[in-house]
């Protein structure tokens, strides 16, 4: 009797019934019967004129291309934007589908060009069996713009597999590893005139901020001046947030081997927490080298795509932080397999902070000490997710975990002025 009742129990007990109802979704025969890429247009009110900040660039070593000293005006005008996205859909004949964005349009023209009509009647659920037929498909896909579009398939089929089975991105990598992810402050756009850059810090330190990134505006072509102006802004931030803030600091390629070493012997007295793509990501050695020069830890990888050249860098010893991007290095699917690698070398991964979606699932899943942060761009997130209803959000340094199925991207209609399907085919 006793038996007979805990059967009865058990067979009537929610948990059950949601593994039944799992297990006959993940026996179903989904198959994809749309892949549309759409833009939306709309309109924001912003301050313009104000944060116009240049990073140093690899053209800066041409005259021609090197922009003069950037002095933040006192103030800016506030006026309409017009502000846009593009965004992928991935339909089933199941009804469930699956969305992700904002994706680049380099990105978009290759999903609509190249992988539209491949993806068409293929299970959605097969993950990787797709990531690899899409990685098989075309000669080119190992690098740039078609790895970017596999990543933005990818995401979408995230997304989609998510709603399908009723949990977050996160829930299906094995998390969730905290209840929510810390941020650090990255501070692209924002003056680095060392007294405007110190009072940014200190604002930044009192919202809750523990780390925050600056972006180095000079480099060979500016000569000796721009190596004093790159020193001491890292002098000056330290003297504003103290030792309790960690300080990293941002070269976007723009240098070579011996002007990062001379950046290093200067700056290592202010303890960056490190600095970053210094190099173009074909020149490895000199991250090499510059690791072996410098006791400031070295970091790059948004520019790094796959798992195979990330396991490069990690075996040549190049880099103490990675930092591959989920929206360019091939997807959540990618970016997991680099995850495992990087915890074999012992070196952390911050994914770069195009988006937040994708990095955020991947990050909340996997332990704090292979990915401690995410990047939050806080210029480009004011509009970056403008069209969506609940776009991830700081409290504080902290971004709560969304429990929505999927990523929980919702766009909000009533933001969107115009939604137009864009076909480049």
Known sequence: MRRRSLLAALAASPALK?????????????????????????????????????????????????????????????KPVTVSAYYLRIGTDGGVEGLYGPIDREAAIVVDQQLRGFLKGKDPLAGETLWDQMYRSNRHSRHGHFMMAISAVDNALWDLRGRYFGVPVYRLLGGPTRPAVEAYASCLGYSVEPENAQQRAREFKKQGFRFQKWFLAYGPGSGPEGMARNVEL????????????????????????NYAAAWARQTERWRPHWI??????????????LRRKTAIPVAAGEHIYGRWEAHRYLSAGALDVLQCDPEWCGG???????????SIYEVRVVPHGHGLHAALHVVAAQSPATCPLVEYLLLKMQSWHYFERNPPQ??????????????????????????TPTRWS
Request: with cysteine; charged share 30%; aromatic share 8%.
């Open 332 to 342: 959540v699917s990618e970016l997991v397999k680099i995850c495992a690698l990087a």
């Open 394 to 419: 700081l409290e504080g340094a902290l971004i709560s975990l969304p429990q929505a199925p999927g990523f929980g991207i919702e766009l909000d209609r009533a933001k969107i002025l115009r939604q």
């Open 234 to 257: 890292v002098r000056a931030l330290r003297e504003a947030v103290g030792d309790e803030t960690e300080l990293m600091f941002d070269a976007y390629m723009g240098w070579d081997l």
């Open 276 to 289: 970053e793509e210094c190099f173009p990501p074909d020149k490895m050695e000199s991250f090499c080298e």
């Open 18 to 78: 949601a593994l039944e109802t799992f297990q006959e979704r993940a026996a179903s025969k989904l198959r994809i019967t749309a892949v549309e890429v759409f833009r939306v247009e709309g309109e924001r009110r912003a301050v313009v004129g104000l944060n116009r900040q240049y990073q140093v660039n690899p053209l800066h070593v041409y005259d021609e291309h090197r922009p003069p000293v950037y002095r933040e005006p006192a103030q800016g005008e506030e």
